[in-house]
């Protein structure tokens, strides 16, 4: 299990930083600075005035900055300040006043739940 994983402290991208290629992280990721490539982390926070340039998956996304390029998530929220230029495939989307989204809006269905109680397969005759 990774450092981030075990303490629940996010990799951070520094605002002073530009990356160009892809992040991927089986944890959280906090990025203050630029990327330039598509990025697929557990939990994404993008700061105010950060951007990424390219693809996003990740279990939640909390956007307050700048995003040009698909965003697949299933918990996403947009801040007052996001600006998101591309698709959203989401399970749930919250938006505050004053966020700008311009693309298409994807709900996509929750994953369903193992039963306790599965029906067995039927036997091989």
Known sequence: ???TARTGS??????????TGDIHSKGAVRIEGVVEGDVRVRTLTLTQGASIKGGVEADT???QGEIQGTLKAR???LAASARVR??????????????RFDGASKRRSA???PSAQT???????
């Open 1 to 3: 299990m990774s450092d």
């Open 10 to 19: 996010p990799s951070v991208l520094g605002s002073d930083i530009t990356v």
């Open 61 to 63: 996304a909390a956007i």
């Open 75 to 77: 918990e996403v929220t």
């Open 86 to 99: 591309g698709d959203i495939t989401h399970e749930t989307l919250s938006m505050e006043a004053g966020a």
């Open 111 to 113: 994953a369903p739940k």
């Open 119 to 125: 029906p067995a397969a039927p036997a091989a005759t």
